[in-house]
């Protein structure tokens, strides 16, 4: 894992994939780190082992935890970002990395990464999350400039970046400064956010969600080659903002080259830069992607789903595998379906059609993903997560008998919880049974929406 940038020199720093901006203190300030090596015992509790990067705001260490030797887990290691000497003198940035903490935890998702806890040792401040393994995007990138990686290695990368920050954007968060080295890879492909150390809130219209008195923008942080004009002037966030990023991005990992030749967006303008199309794309691809780096933030996409929707066709393709599995349905014996939810599904999976087979499959893994994110981080948003992937399994395999646990599992789970506020049990079980057709009888569910 490494942060935004490799060095950090006054107020501006400079990363392999493009230039950032930061407002910071005059006066320069001890090089990041040195004040700490390998063995150093933060809180007691966090053994620091190797540096592993350096950013803007903080350093990220591998370290051990202490807590979880003592408890025998098997996976003790974690990451620690401590906010660096240069980035403390900055009024705004203890807030920053509270922030980053705060919003993180929130987002309990397969693609982005999983920040458990934020701390002070003295006057070192930091937050520990996941230590993932493997290699941060701007590698890849530029591993492949100027011929990118081929679309059948792009798509499932820009894939997940856009399912990670579909996620945030739900959550009314915009991460502000995405860029490939926020961006990391894992040893299976698997693509995690990093980074939300300037992510901001979209402004409620109703105005019904708590405002935070500071706002991330106060640093003035971005990126040039990915942000823009609107982020440039401080303005107001909006998904369309990431957007823009991720499309640079996707261009980078399919072809090798930032679009607009690294300029950032007011300087591509000027120049009257145009997106060159890239071979071998399909039209609604290249559509979307073209829509995506436009300067106009209503041209592009408003958020991430939509992105998902136009350049992947997601809606379209999900539609079909239900019609498919309406269809099997209809076909199947009668008493077989009046059957199927004692006796386990009317159509067994290996007679589904592969496509739907995959579906299932990859439902299933993003359920179980997010049930570890419960169990092993406490992260509590999770298990909503956890049942709407088996209840998307479940409409595509009525009875499916793996569906049907980890529904149990995670509604069980949630109840518990529940019960601890009476007032609010029958919502959370009205809710439970509105997400999925097998909890909508589940005799749990249904109990505790009668009380």
């Excluded at 066709?313 to 077989?336: D, S, Y």
Aim: charge should be neutral.
């Amino acid at each position: 894992m490494r942060g935004a940038a490799d060095a950090s020199t006054g107020g501006e720093t400079k990363s392999r994939d493009s230039r950032t901006r930061q407002r910071a203190p005059e006066g320069g300030a001890a090089a990041a780190g040195a004040e700490f090596e390998a063995g150093a015992l933060l809180k007691g509790r966090f053994e620091l082992t190797s540096l592993v990067g350096r950013g803007g705001m903080g350093i990220v260490w591998a370290a051990v935890d202490h807590r979880k030797l003592e408890a025998r887990d098997p996976h003790p290691e974690v990451a620690v970002k401590i906010l660096n000497s240069s980035a403390a003198q900055h009024p705004d940035a203890f807030v920053a990395l509270q922030r980053e903490a705060s919003k993180a935890q929130t987002l309990a998702h397969p693609n982005i990464a999983t920040v458990f806890d934020f701390d002070r040792d003295g006057a070192n401040v930091f937050i520990t999350m996941e230590l993932l393994r493997g290699q941060p995007l701007d590698k890849k990138i530029g591993a492949a400039r100027n011929h990118g990686i081929g679309r059948a290695a792009a798509l499932p990368i820009i894939r997940g970046i856009a399912e990670g920050l579909a996620y945030a954007h739900r959550k009314g968060i915009v991460h502000s400064d995405l860029k490939p080295a926020n961006i990391f890879l894992g040893p299976d492909g698997t693509p995690k956010i990093l980074d939300f150390g300037i992510a901001r809130a979209v402004p409620s219209a109703g105005g019904e969600a708590p405002q935070d008195a500071w706002d991330a923008g106060s640093l003035g942080a971005y990126t040039e080659a990915y942000a823009t004009d609107e982020m440039v002037e401080g303005r107001d966030p909006a998904p369309a903002d990431d957007i823009y990023a991720l499309g640079i991005i996707a261009y980078e990992l399919l072809t090798g080259k930032h679009p607009f030749h690294g300029m950032a967006m007011a300087a591509a303008r000027a120049a009257s830069s145009t997106v060159q199309p890239i071979r071998g794309l399909r039209r609604r691809e290249s559509r979307t992607l073209a829509r995506a780096l436009s300067f106009e933030r209503a041209r592009r996409p408003r958020d991430a789903a939509e992105f998902i929707r136009e350049f992947f066709g997601a809606t379209r393709t999900r539609n079909v595998l239900i019609a498919t599995v309406v269809l099997l349905a209809l076909t199947a014996c009668f008493l077989w379906y009046r059957n199927y939810q004692q006796a386990g599904p009317a159509v067994a999976f290996e007679n589904l059609p592969a496509e739907i087979q995959q579906k299932i499959k990859s439902d299933f893994a993003e359920g179980d993903k997010a049930w570890a994110f419960y169990t092993q981080a406490g992260i509590a948003n999770a298990l909503t997560d956890s049942v709407s992937f088996y209840a998307d399994a479940y409409k595509l395999h009525r009875g499916d008998r793996e569906a049907v646990r980890g529904l149990k599992r995670a509604a069980d789970e949630i109840l518990k919880h529940a019960h601890a506020d009476p007032s609010g049990l029958q919502a959370t079980a009205q809710s439970l049974a509105d997400s999925s057709e097998f909890l909508k009888t589940y005799p749990p569910v249904v109990d505790a929406i009668g009380r």
